[in-house]
């Protein structure tokens, strides 16, 4: 599964897991009061009400998998350095996105200030940082797991014939 329509849906598949995984530390921050009063709601969601949020919060990641679409593209080799450098850009994407989200705002009204917005907005940009982060090592372990099961399949015996019992 390392050909480029299998690590899109491994890609995919971890953008998924990111909205459960936002959505139940939302619910999580909520329910110990670590929002700061903004919301009392999130932690007394029903299933349903959970699951469309969990849908909304994937539809607005959307954009977020469009923009690693093009590094998730770019990794085929994981070996070395290489797993700790596609960590880090995977990891900085969320954050990016969503520093880039309040910027566009504080430019867009002359009457919020960028660094204030930004300061209000950084539990989100930690939230985000920290969705990304095990979301990205997720797909990388995975692709490391899909690399190694195809290196077994191409396994040359010593005769030189293929063993595609492996």
């Not at 949020?53 to 959307?62: A, N, R």
């Not at 940082?129 to 010593?158: D, M, N």
Request: glycine share 10%; charged share 10%; net charge positive.
């Amino acid at each position: 599964m390392n050909r480029w329509w299998g690590r899109m849906v491994y890609s995919l598949a971890c953008t998924a897991t990111a909205a459960v995984l936002a959505v139940g530390s939302l619910m999580l921050a909520d329910s110990l009061h670590l929002l700061g009063g903004r919301s009392a709601l999130l932690s007394r969601l029903s299933l349903g009400a959970a699951s469309a949020l969990i849908g909304l919060v994937f539809t607005f990641s959307l954009p977020g998998w469009l923009l690693g679409l093009p590094f998730v593209l770019a990794v085929k080799d994981l070996r070395g350095g290489r797993f700790w450098l596609w960590l880090a850009i995977g990891t900085c994407i969320g954050p990016l996105l969503i520093a880039g989200i309040v910027l566009f705002r504080a430019l867009s009204d002359p009457q919020l200030h960028f660094v204030s917005s930004l300061s209000e907005a950084m539990f989100f940009v930690y939230l985000a940082a920290g969705v990304s982060c095990l979301t990205t090592l997720i797909y990388l372990l995975l692709l490391r797991w899909a690399q190694k099961q195809e290196a077994k399949r191409h396994v040359v015996i010593e005769d030189g014939t293929e063993n595609p019992g492996l």
